[in-house]
Structures are given as structure tokens and as C-alpha cells.
């Protein structure tokens, strides 16, 4: 019987590497892709990783490393936790967009990658 968690997480793994690899990368045939999820801006985004913008770099690696660990082990942790691990990301980047204050990319990693996990956790439905 196929065990439908399992192949979510894998299949969740295998994106977040995708993107992972096109932003520290950032491949030709993966460029497409990176912009449909991404706006790419340079002054966003780390010199070592042009690929993504540093926010979107940090989501998909907490999405990568949030999955990988999720394959091995249960999270305990409740759908309030994942959306509350949403939340700085989406104020961070709201409050940069609507002009209120210039984000650093320091604040750009942590939120991303809280943002990532977070998203992960919604998918496994919490515990």
C-alpha cells in the first residue's frame, strides 16, 4: 500500500531541491521556473546565490530541510505552529512592499526559512 505522507514528503524533498539548486546555481533551464516564483531582484538576493532572492532562497531551503527531516520523523508540532511560523515572512515582506521599511537580507534568511518550515508543517496537517 503506498503510504501517501511519505511520497508527499518525497515529492515536497524533491521540489525544495530544485529550487535550492536553481537559486545557488542559477542553471538557463531553470530560470523560467525561478521567475515564476521569484522576482530575482540582484540587490535581493546574495551574490553567492543570484538564482533567488534571498527570502525565497532561505523558504525553499527550510522547505528542503523541513522535508527531509519530516521523511525520518514526525513533527509534533500543530497547524497554529506552521501558520505562526508564516507569519513573520509574510509581515516582513508586506511591510517592505507597502513601502513602510527596507528589509535586510539577514531578515530575508530567517523569515524565508521560518516561512519554509512553517509550510511544511501545514502540509503534514499538523500533529
Same mark, same amino acid.
Given at each position: 500500500?503506498?503510504? #501517501?505522507?511519505?511520497?508527499?514528503?518525497?515529492?515536497?524533498? %524533491?521540489?525544495? %531541491?530544485? =529550487?535550492? !539548486?536553481g537559486a545557488f546555481f542559477n542553471p538557463p533551464f531553470l /530560470?523560467?521556473?525561478?521567475?515564476?516564483?521569484?522576482?530575482?531582484?540582484?540587490? /535581493? +538576493? !546574495?551574490? $553567492? %546565490?543570484?538564482? #533567488?532572492? @534571498?527570502?525565497?532562497? =532561505? =523558504? $525553499?531551503?527550510?522547505?528542503? !530541510?523541513? +522535508?527531509?527531516?519530516? =521523511? !525520518?520523523? /514526525?513533527?509534533? @508540532?500543530?497547524?497554529?505552529?506552521?501558520?505562526? &511560523?508564516?507569519?513573520?515572512?509574510? #509581515?516582513?515582506? +508586506?511591510?517592505?512592499?507597502?513601502?513602510?521599511?527596507?528589509?535586510?537580507?539577514?531578515? /530575508?534568511?530567517?523569515?524565508?526559512f521560518l516561512g519554509g518550515t512553517g509550510l511544511c508543517i &501545514?502540509?503534514?496537517?499538523? @500533529?
Amino acid at each position: 500500500m503506498v503510504n #501517501l505522507r511519505k511520497t508527499g514528503l518525497i515529492l515536497l524533498t %524533491a521540489i525544495g %531541491a530544485v =529550487f535550492v !539548486f536553481g537559486a545557488f546555481f542559477n542553471p538557463p533551464f531553470l /530560470r523560467s521556473l525561478l521567475g515564476t516564483t521569484c522576482h530575482r531582484l540582484p540587490e /535581493r +538576493s !546574495f551574490s $553567492w %546565490a543570484p538564482g #533567488l532572492c @534571498a527570502r525565497c532562497t =532561505f =523558504f $525553499w531551503t527550510g522547505v528542503l !530541510f523541513s +522535508s527531509l527531516l519530516m =521523511f !525520518f520523523r /514526525r513533527f509534533s @508540532a500543530s497547524i497554529t505552529v506552521g501558520l505562526l &511560523l508564516i507569519v513573520p515572512m509574510v #509581515l516582513d515582506g +508586506s511591510l517592505q512592499f507597502i513601502g513602510l521599511y527596507e528589509s535586510t537580507n539577514i531578515m /530575508r534568511l530567517l523569515t524565508g526559512f521560518l516561512g519554509g518550515t512553517g509550510l511544511c508543517i &501545514l502540509l503534514e496537517g499538523g @500533529a
